[in-house]
């Protein structure tokens, strides 16, 4: 599970980002923003360089002004992938620690914990590398809605166990999940009555766009904020 693409314009990581606060939360390090008596809540599962990337906090943060109770667990454990082209840095070891099974048993976990506070209606994003741990969990109706942002590699099967209404936004310019693959899940999803669903493909991106722009490029920024805005006109009408 990697691309190029995927370790493109890294953030800077800043553990004092945003304007939430880290707590421990079913059973992990997490950023929390917004009202802790809210009813309503959203988990943001993050790409592989974690929690503590600002453009990340700042959606978060950004939800959080509309009601909901935003969480953006660190799923791994302190160790997000920081400098790909460090000589030191093994892929494949960093994959087998921080795999997506275990990230959708830490996201049941953070699930479980949002339920022990009496949240009636939970949705969840998830960004590349948190986009194939929400396929996982669109599998149960745990969740009421999921976003899907420039998936990794998801497959048919991950698609047809899909129960619960969920939107896929892609980029033109993705090699792991191209416009023509996910409009052949969007197919698939549309054929089945029970939820909701929608992809959409942005114009002139690329994967990780979402997270990843160029806050000095006005057209990076515009489609990124358009991409946060549907991810949270998704959450309006889903998770109430």
Request: proline share 7%.
């Given at each position: 599970m990697s691309c190029s693409?995927?370790?493109?314009?890294?953030p800077n990581l800043s553990s004092t980002c945003g304007v939430g606060t880290v707590q421990d939360f079913g059973g992990l390090q997490t950023y929390i923003t917004g009202s802790l008596d809210s009813k309503l809540a959203i988990i943001l599962l993050s790409d592989i360089f974690g929690y503590e990337a600002p453009n990340l906090r700042k959606?978060?943060?950004k939800y959080a002004e509309s009601g909901f109770l935003v969480v953006v667990p660190d799923f791994f454990y302190?160790?997000?992938?920081?400098?790909f082209n460090d000589p030191n840095f093994d892929l494949q070891s960093w994959l087998e620690v921080h795999s997506t099974d275990k990230g959708y048993e830490?996201?049941?976990?953070v699930i479980a914990?949002?339920?022990?506070?009496e949240v009636s209606a939970i949705g969840a994003g998830g960004f590349c590398w948190g986009g194939m741990v929400l396929m996982k969990l669109a599998s149960s109706t745990d969740l009421h809605a999921a976003v899907v942002l420039h998936p990794g590699s998801i497959t048919e099967d991950e698609v047809d166990d899909v129960k619960i209404h969920i939107?896929?936004?892609g980029a033109e310019f993705d090699q792991w999940s191209p416009p023509e693959k996910l409009k052949q899940f969007g197919e698939k999803l549309s054929a089945k009555s029970e939820f909701d669903s929608y992809v959409k493909i942005f114009p002139g991106v690329a994967h990780g766009w979402t997270v990843k722009y160029n806050a000095d490029d006005e057209s990076a920024v515009k489609s990124a904020e358009e991409s946060h805005l549907d991810m949270l006109n998704w959450f309006t009408k889903y998770v109430k």
């Open positions: 693409q995927c370790f493109e314009n890294p959606v978060a943060d302190g160790e997000p992938v920081i400098d830490d996201a049941k976990a914990a949002l339920k022990s506070k939107a896929i936004l």
